[in-house]
């Protein structure tokens, strides 16, 4: 299992950014996959995950409305449409995947990571 993170940049408050997490060594089909986050001395936020054959979705409640997740399953790779960026965003952004057993999220304790990608948003 191989998960590459991209997109990731400074941009000013008020813009948007598109993340991709490119997957080799398995399919979106058959695992559970999302969006975290970690900014600096705060905990790992869990964001967003999607479930490719149902198109279920989750969003946290600071990223709902604003942050949109999808798939690409020819390119097996997932996306992160960040909108309306504000200085809280501000974090290394991962993507995670794991087995889908009974959660359509993944789970951090088992969890395969990216490596991160930096999000800086400016005031």
């Known amino acids: 299992v191989q998960l590459v993170e991209s997109g990731g940049n400074l941009v000013q408050a008020g813009g948007s950014l598109r993340l991709s997490c490119a997957a080799s060594?398995?399919?979106?089909?058959?695992?559970?996959i999302g969006w975290f986050r970690q900014a600096p001395g705060k905990e790992r936020e869990g964001l967003s995950c999607?479930?490719?054959?149902?198109?279920?979705?989750y969003y946290s409640d600071s990223v709902k409305g604003r942050f949109i997740i999808s798939s690409d399953t020819s390119k097996n790779t997932m996306y992160l449409q960040m909108n309306n960026l504000n200085v809280e965003d501000t974090a290394v952004y991962y993507c995670?995947?794991?087995?889908?057993?009974?959660?359509?999220?993944?789970?951090?304790?088992?969890?395969?990571w990216g490596q991160g990608t930096q999000v800086t948003v400016s005031s």
């Open positions: 999607i479930n490719v054959n149902d198109g279920y979705t």
């Open positions: 060594g398995f399919t979106l089909d058959d695992y559970a």
């Open positions: 995670a995947a794991n087995v889908r057993d009974d959660a359509d999220c993944p789970d951090p304790d088992i969890a395969s």
